[in-house]
């Protein structure tokens, strides 16, 4: 039986707990299929986010009853429909109050082993108050990011994005989850990076989930050559795609242009 890997915000939930714990959390996650999932709305990000074309004209935002329309149609039952309805109106409300506009921008995968691989990040870049900001959403309810997992999350996103990748020295990363139903939309609450302390030692230890004997999962560290510079300590340079060789100009067109 092929076990299915850990979802990226549960491997961020599971990495930073004490040792003790891992195992254990590790054989209490439920194989199989969740009863809904947040694919309608993760197919319109591209929408509620305003990403503009690169050779055409500046378009405008899409209104919400087309986004309703098209995640609606998406939505494979009642209760899908419902929940990513929900997110689906707490983002847009959000990118219409903060006016954002966004370009795409593909930063590749994250590599952990042989052909598995994770995304804490949309392919987008977004100007937020004039500056460039790259985010990871969080859509749950419940066994959403924790604080010591939103901090490996942006430890991974600094590394993958902002050291391997100069042009996005200066991007601000930002982790975007949701509070409880309020009429018909979920409210967004944004984190920063800017409190953030990133993971890393001197060891710079990786992490990556592994199957076991017993068709539990375990995640077990693994050195790195890269002990000259503090890592991350979950997935930090875990054979890492190529980084993006991108004109250095990039980073300044995107600012004068949604300035």
Sequence with gaps: MKIRRLPEIDLARVATLPTDQKRRALEHFKLGHPTITYKP???????????????????????????ERLIRAKATSEDECDANLLVAKGLHDFA?????????????????SVGEKVEYWLPMVTALEDAPLVIFIDPRRGKRLTAEARRFVFSVMHEHIRVANPDFAA???????FGDAADDRRPVKLSTDRASNFLGSTNSTRWCARPTTSGARSVRPARTRFAARPLVAVTARCSTD??????????????????
């Excluded at 219409?96 to 952990?112: I, K, V, Y």
């Excluded at 991007?171 to 989850?177: D, E, F, K, W, Y």
Aim: aromatic content about 12%; charged content about 20%.
């Design 171 to 177: 991007a601000r990363l930002g982790i975007v989850q």
């Design 41 to 67: 709305v993760r197919s319109r990000f591209a929408d509620i986010f305003n990403v503009q074309p690169d050779m055409f004209a500046s378009a405008d935002p899409t209104a919400w009853p087309v986004l």
């Design 96 to 112: 219409r109050s903060h006016a954002l506009r966004s370009r795409s921008q593909a930063f590749f995968a994250l590599s952990l």
């Design 242 to 259: 190529a980084p993006q060789r991108a004109s250095s100009r990039r980073l300044t067109a995107f600012r004068t242009r949604y300035q």
